[in-house]
């Protein structure tokens, strides 16, 4: 927690009480600020996470290309343009 100087014009002003008010409202807004702020452990499982959809893509494309491949042949032997 930091500390927060208040200026003696505005301690006259709000008074001890209103002081103590005002630091309590300062110091729950920096700890609401802080909340949506990221750790770097939610940024390491982050990057955990894109890895492992980037192999699942990686694996959905290659057996696709191999089925493509396997229709095309299968069409091609029908259609008679592979003997």
């Known amino acids: 927690m930091s500390v927060i100087a208040i200026p ?4 006259r002003r709000l008074g001890d009480d209103g002081v103590e008010a005002f630091i ?3 110091n729950e807004s920096e700890a609401n600020s802080r909340k949506d702020l990221s750790t770097k452990e939610d940024i390491s499982r982050l990057e955990v996470k894109i890895e492992s959809s980037k192999s699942e893509i990686i694996k959905w494309v290659a057996a696709m290309l191999v089925a493509q491949a396997s229709i095309m042949a299968v069409m091609f032997k029908l259609l008679g343009l592979i003997k």
Do not use: G, S
């Open 8 to 11: 003696e014009v505005l301690r």
């Open 24 to 26: 309590k409202v300062i």
